[in-house]
């Protein structure tokens, strides 16, 4: 008896494979073809924007750009450098990534900034909520937008006003003392080490302090949310990874579930602490206290639901999740800012030495020259600290040539960036405040790439005086950084405390010798700047530091 082995009949299958390649290759097609042609139009119209091609838009000028910088730098750098291969490209300037990125309009002057920032300020790029949402999660005050920002941001700005700040000065001080005792132990044993986290180290204390009134304890010791907070920027993707894995790493979504859970159980407990120390000692002592911004926020948060607080047992929880949101905001930019200027302060006070004389001198006149004393002086007269106006030079110079961040937001149908009569659309695009393109702008600053403090004493008038709005680190308008007097405040008083004792030196070529490579530098600049959740220095910035 014989059998037959049905056969199937392979051809639909293969029929429906080639229609749906098909509809896959005309749906590219049509999709290059929408994003390009905006870009034909936009360059018919004399637009500014690199040479464009059909067929790849921008990727391959990107790409070359890609492959004489290093791969591991902030695309901060990318505006500059596209401008030095041509230099006759006007701001603001229009960028094709498709099908790899957003297309984007970058701006790096503060005229047209301004347009989007401080006049009709756009809404924050979506990336950004995506990128933030696993370190400060959903609802925060930077990716917030319209009623619910606006309440929130009116929350948190007491406890941020300059006079108040100033009655937390002695906690910074105690903070930047133990920064200062760990240099001391690093001056001794004479080692190598990385800068980068020793400053970060120091802010993440004096922000919990600050905000909560919490010893964070990150200088000493470690703490569930100190080593969750690192661990989270750790696996943060920057964007411009080569390796895929590093890009779509299968685990990073349980690395974040994790992590956020240890930051948030940190913080629950710590907001409960301080709500049951409210409630025990009374009205009275507390005036009678200096009282962090979570005190001010609860203050103002209960007032505005018509609260007696007498009358609240607990916190409530919309409170609570918005403040440990906000709290995580907070030591994360606060942290990053702080950390990266001051290493960047040091690193550019050895390589000028005639800076660092002055400093100092201008510390000895207000301190006097018993270093022992410094601390005590701060602490028993705060506003002491308004008389070092070098000192606040030589931090906003700093903040000029290495600014830790920049703003990105959404373009909108019918908003426009007018340039001289010209009219850029925005809807489509994001739009890109570049803040080192506008800080190393031969036009806006005489020298751009020295570090000269005079130019923030010198009379208006003078060449050096800074153009109005060309010194972005901290953004402006309604959406400027909360936090900019915290950065200002704590950068003063551990300058004060430091650096007449300490010569830190920086290490490159020691570090590339025992990492057995070749340095890498961006413009000739070996410390140049990494996306790690803000701008940082590359590799941690390792140092040598000696008593003077």
């Not at 979506?126 to 005050?141: F, S």
């Not at 569930?224 to 920027?233: H, K």
């Not at 685990?251 to 409630?279: C, G, H, I």
């Not at 290495?402 to 695009?429: D, I, K």
Request: charged letters at 20%; one cysteine or more.
């Amino acid at each position: 008896m014989e059998f037959s082995i049905p056969v199937m009949d392979v051809r639909p299958v293969i029929a429906a494979l080639a229609l749906l390649v098909l509809v896959v290759v005309v749906t590219f097609l049509l999709k290059l073809y929408k994003a390009r042609m905006l870009f034909v139009q936009l360059q018919r119209q004399g637009l500014s924007m690199p040479p464009h091609s059909f067929l790849f838009g921008h990727l391959r000028i990107v790409n070359d750009l890609l492959r004489r910088l290093p791969e591991d730098c902030h695309p901060h750098y990318y505006l500059e450098s596209m401008r030095q291969d041509f230099p006759d490209l006007s701001d603001p300037l229009y960028i094709d990534l498709w099908p790899f990125g957003d297309p984007m309009l970058l701006v790096g002057t503060p005229d047209v900034a301004s347009q989007f920032i401080q006049d009709h300020s756009l809404p924050k790029l979506k990336a950004l909520r995506v990128y933030l949402e696993p370190l400060v999660g959903e609802k925060n005050l930077v990716t917030m937008e319209g009623k619910e920002w606006k309440t929130w941001r009116g929350i948190y700005n007491p406890g941020f006003a300059a006079g108040h700040l100033m009655t937390l000065v002695p906690g910074i001080v105690e903070d930047a003392l133990d920064f200062s005792a760990t240099l001391k132990k690093y001056a001794n044993l004479a080692g190598m080490f990385k800068l980068e986290e020793l400053a970060t180290r120091v802010t993440v204390d004096v922000i919990g302090r600050v905000v909560l009134d919490t010893k964070m304890n990150a200088q000493r010791s470690e703490n569930d949310f100190v080593s969750g907070l690192r661990s989270q920027l750790k696996w943060l993707p920057t964007g411009s990874e080569v390796n895929p894995w590093k890009t779509w790493n299968p685990l990073r979504p349980f690395v974040f579930w994790y992590n956020t859970r240890r930051m948030d159980r940190w913080l629950s407990k710590a907001l409960d602490e301080r709500f049951t120390l409210r409630q025990s000692v009374g009205e009275a002592a507390m005036l009678k206290r200096s009282k962090p911004i979570i005190d001010h926020a609860l203050d103002t948060y209960l007032l505005g639901q018509g609260l007696d607080e007498k009358s609240v047992r607990s916190m409530d929880e919309t409170f609570k999740t918005m403040s440990m949101n906000q709290t995580k905001l907070f030591l994360f930019a606060g942290h990053d800012t702080t950390s990266s200027t001051l290493c960047y302060m040091y690193y550019l006070l050895q390589k000028n030495p005639k800076v660092q004389e002055k400093l100092q001198a201008e510390l000895d006149d207000v301190f006097g020259t018993d270093l022992t004393k410094t601390a005590s002086i701060i602490t028993q007269n705060t506003h002491v600290l308004n008389q070092l106006s070098y000192t606040v030079a030589v931090i906003k110079e700093t903040l000029r040539l290495f600014p830790p961040a920049s703003s990105v937001r959404v373009g909108e149908p019918g908003f426009f960036l007018n340039v001289n009569g010209v009219q850029y659309p925005t809807e489509g695009f994001a739009v890109w405040s570049v803040a080192r393109a506008s800080h190393h702008n031969p036009t806006l600053w005489p020298e751009p790439e020295a570090f000269i403090p005079e130019r923030w004493l010198v009379p208006e008038g003078d060449p050096l005086y800074p153009v109005k709005g060309a010194f972005r680190p901290f953004e402006f308008g309604p959406r400027n950084c909360i936090g900019q007097e915290v950065v200002m405040l704590e950068s003063r008083i551990i300058v004060a405390l430091t650096v007449r004792e300490f010569i830190v030196e920086p290490s490159y070529a020691e570090f590339d010798r025992r990492m057995g490579r070749v340095s890498k530098t961006v413009n000739g600049e070996r410390a140049y700047q990494v996306l790690f959740g803000s701008a940082k220095p590359v590799d941690g910035m390792p140092c040598l530091v000696r008593m003077r």
